[in-house]
């Protein structure tokens, strides 16, 4: 008899718990975390792709122009770095990881766009039908880039307003749940200068 009123009085408790985590917040803050990973591993997942495809952009530009060889490197060089850093869910909940990581992505992509510029100069290049087969690929992937950070900027922003919202901040601490960092420019100062359009070189 004892023990079925305790078992009673245990499932009022837990059912009061329940709704009590219900309340403030907690159901949400798992759902958001997990929306959070979610979206950001489907930027890593783009990001991904793009590191796959540099080894056969390299390989193409090789062998179909004299191509400057200093650019081809820093390619290679960025894309080397951009994949040795590891990544791990962890790193949401660390700020200085996630910014060496988008530092690393940040630069492969600079020195692909470099790479497509200077390109233009080789007529041989720009007439490979397999040149310009990867270079769509590479457009549309820079393209599934920019959808996937939108999704995780957003994601990231519902997360982040909860954490930091009353009352729900106090059931942030409790559990510690962080602030998680965001996306954001590296050359903020640079991409703020309108560019200068020339018609004349």
């Given at each position: 008899m004892k023990s079925r009123s305790f078992s009673f009085a245990g499932w009022m408790m837990a059912a009061a718990l329940s709704a009590l985590l219900t309340g403030c917040g907690y159901n949400d803050f798992q759902r958001l975390d997990e929306q959070t990973k979610s979206a950001w591993s489907e930027v890593l997942n783009q990001y991904q792709r793009r590191a796959d495809l540099v080894p056969n952009i390299v390989a193409t530009v090789k062998g179909e122009a004299a191509f400057e060889q200093d650019t081809l490197t820093k390619v290679i060089e960025a894309r080397a770095k951009a994949t040795s850093i590891q990544v791990t869910p962890e790193t949401l909940n660390d700020p200085a990881a996630f910014n060496k990581f988008q530092q690393a992505q940040g630069e492969l992509g600079s020195a692909l766009s470099r790479l497509m510029v200077v390109s233009e100069r080789y007529p041989e290049l720009k007439a490979n039908q397999g040149f310009r087969d990867l270079r769509v690929q590479l457009e549309g992937t820079e393209n599934r880039i920019t959808v996937a950070r939108n999704r995780y900027i957003q994601a990231v922003q519902e997360y982040n307003v909860l954490t930091r919202s009353f009352p729900s901040n106090l059931t942030a601490?409790?559990?510690?749940?962080?602030?998680?960092?965001?996306?954001?420019?590296?050359?903020?100062?640079?991409?703020?200068?309108?560019?200068?359009?020339?018609?004349?070189?």
């Open positions: 601490m409790v559990f510690s749940y962080s602030v998680k960092p965001n996306f954001n420019v590296q050359n903020e100062a640079q991409i703020s200068t309108p560019p200068v359009v020339d018609f004349k070189k």
